[in-house]
Every structure is written in structure tokens, then in C-alpha cells.
């Protein structure tokens, strides 16, 4: 079955400490991996997807096919990374139908 | 571009009524996608429309049915509403299906609520 997990309901940390926003998938076959953000009172919009290997923010994540993971990190967290962060994965060539996880909220405090 | 519009924002309904959601994708963007959030929860794929026609579908009963018109806009219909229909319906447009062109941009949703 495709499943996307996300442990962490809510994770809070200080501002300049390192986040690490968990993923986990199952998916038999070559997923695409995302990461979804959504601030307070905006849309859903898109922050990564594996196959970019593109920073945005500050933000990485590496697909680990062995772990069957795609975590979101980042060194430092500010203030402003304060938001809903939802991992999602598509099939290859399904044509972009995506499967959430539950989302993990983050808090970064003063 | 105003991106993708959704519209009512917020509409309320009773039990068994029928409700309608419009959708107007990205400019440029020819594929719609509707996904419904219940509170506290990430998004589900309900179906996907191309070329006016579903494409895909996911574990949704025929109560929910769609639309795309020409223009590429798309409706989303669910008929005997439920209780349990209440959530955010959140509609997607991407500017194709192959590999490369999924990336789904995000409208502001329609908050429904079903008393």
C-alpha cells in the first residue's frame, strides 16, 4: 500500500537550532518525493521535490531508498519557518497524484 | 495570475443536500486535481481531470463526481452530503502529466460544513 508517515505532530524548537521534520513512505516502485509548506493563512505551496536536489530556505532533504525516508532538515531555524510541513510522494509517471502524510506542524520560538 | 481560485470560501449545508465547488487553475496549467482535508489531516486525493476527463480517481465514493470544461476550469460535485463531508477541498493544477510537469499548485480551498 502507499502511506506516508509523519511521526511528529508538532515539533517546537528555539530559533537557531537545527530541525529535522521526519518522512517516511512505503511505495513498491520509484516514488517522487515532496515537501509541501503552508504558512499561516496561505496555500499549500511546494518547498522541495527530490528529484530538484534544490535548497529552498535553508531546507534539504535526501531520499533514502534503504531507510525508505525523506527528511526535511535545516541547520538553523528562524522564526518565519514556523508552519505546516507536509510530506508527499507521487508515483513515477502517475502524473503527478500525491499521497500526504499527516503533517507535521513546526514552531520555532524566540 | 492570480494562480489557482477556488470558489465559494465557506458554504454551509444540511444533510443530503448537494453542493458544487469551482475551480479555476493557473494560467497555462490544463490538468485539475481536487483533494479533500478533514480537519487535523493531510490532504486526499480524490480524482484528477485532463482533457476534461477523469483520469484518475481515488478511494472516493460515486457520491463525489466532477467536471472540466474546455476553458480547463473544473467543478467538483458531491451529492447526499454527510456529515463526515465537512473539510477543506483544496483543488490543484499542474501544466501537464508527464515527468517534469506534476508539480501541483494550490488554490485557498472551499471550507465546507455539513450540519
Known amino acids: 500500500a502507499q502511506r506516508v508517515t509523519q511521526p511528529e505532530k508538532l515539533l517546537s524548537v528555539f530559533k537557531g537550532a537545527p530541525v529535522e521534520l521526519k518522512c517516511n513512505y512505503s511505495?513498491?516502485?520509484?516514488?517522487?518525493l515532496f515537501w509541501y509548506v503552508q504558512y499561516s493563512r496561505q496555500r499549500l505551496q511546494l518547498l522541495l521535490r527530490?528529484?530538484s536536489r534544490e535548497s529552498i530556505k535553508g531546507f534539504t532533504a535526501d531520499l533514502n531508498k534503504g531507510e525508505t525516508s525523506f527528511h526535511l532538515k535545516k541547520p538553523f531555524a528562524q522564526e518565519e519557518d514556523s508552519a505546516m510541513y507536509y510530506c508527499a510522494l507521487s508515483g513515477y509517471n502517475q502524473g503527478g497524484k500525491l499521497i500526504f502524510g499527516q503533517g507535521t506542524e513546526l514552531s520555532v520560538k524566540p | 495570475d492570480a494562480g489557482v481560485t477556488q470558489s465559494p470560501t465557506h458554504l454551509i449545508k444540511t444533510r443530503g443536500q448537494q453542493v458544487t465547488l469551482r475551480c479555476s487553475p493557473k494560467?497555462?496549467?490544463?490538468?485539475v486535481s481536487w483533494y479533500q482535508q478533514a480537519l487535523g489531516q493531510g490532504p486526499q486525493f480524490i480524482f484528477q481531470?485532463?482533457?476534461?476527463?477523469?483520469?484518475q480517481r481515488g478511494n472516493f465514493p460515486d457520491r463525489f463526481s466532477g467536471h472540466q470544461f474546455p476553458n480547463y476550469s473544473s467543478e467538483l460535485n458531491v451529492n447526499a452530503l454527510l456529515l463526515g463531508d465537512s473539510a477543506l477541498y483544496l483543488c490543484?493544477?499542474?501544466?501537464?502529466?508527464?515527468?517534469?510537469?506534476?508539480?501541483?499548485?494550490f488554490g485557498p480551498g472551499t471550507r465546507l460544513l455539513v450540519l
Open positions: 490543484a493544477s499542474s501544466p501537464g502529466v508527464d515527468r517534469g510537469k506534476e508539480t501541483q499548485y
Open positions: 527530490h528529484i
Open positions: 494560467s497555462g496549467h490544463d490538468t
Open positions: 511505495y513498491s516502485g520509484s516514488p517522487e
Open positions: 481531470y485532463y482533457e476534461e476527463e477523469e483520469r
